[in-house]
């Protein structure tokens, strides 16, 4: 168990990793903040999160990635193997740059990077938005 008068300030590991971390850290933050600033209950501030986790999880079945499982988060952790043996920090660019969908790379959040060939998506964003980027990742 880690020692939690220590803390890790994974951002910051992260960021310094790639520059493509603070553009999806800056867009889940705004994305995030809005679902979080609405008006609405708890409940129904999880059933809305819950509701785009369910549609892109249910596109992403269709895919070559494998979904891990996921609870309490804004992410979608994904396993990649199955379709390259680049290191994450490359697989995301590539998925930046050839596929225009953003992803972020599980290795920079540990203290000891190791590569699990696992990236995580971020659901907090508009159910047009989660779809274009569905449309993308089968194509992967």
């Known amino acids: 168990m880690r020692n939690m008068n220590k803390p890790v300030n994974a951002g910051f590991e992260f960021n310094k990793r790639a520059v493509i971390g603070k553009?999806?850290?800056r867009s889940f933050?705004?994305?995030?903040?809005?679902?979080?600033?609405?008006?609405?209950?708890?409940?129904?501030?999880?059933?809305?999160?819950?509701?785009?986790r369910d549609l892109f999880c249910a596109g992403l079945r269709a895919s070559r990635f494998e979904l891990l499982p996921c609870e309490g988060t804004y992410f979608v952790l994904t396993r990649y193997d199955r379709i390259s043996d680049l290191s994450e920090g490359d697989f995301v660019r590539k998925l930046v740059t050839e596929h225009g969908v953003a992803a972020i790379p599980i290795a920079g959040l540990y203290l000891q990077p190791f590569e699990a060939r696992v990236v995580r998506f971020c659901f907090a964003k508009k159910d047009e938005t989660l779809r274009a980027a569905l449309d993308r990742l089968v194509k992967v």
Not at 37 to 46: I, Q
């Open 23 to 25: 553009i999806a850290d």
């Open 29 to 52: 933050d705004r994305r995030a903040d809005r679902i979080l600033a609405l008006d609405l209950s708890p409940r129904v501030r999880t059933r809305l999160l819950q509701a785009k």
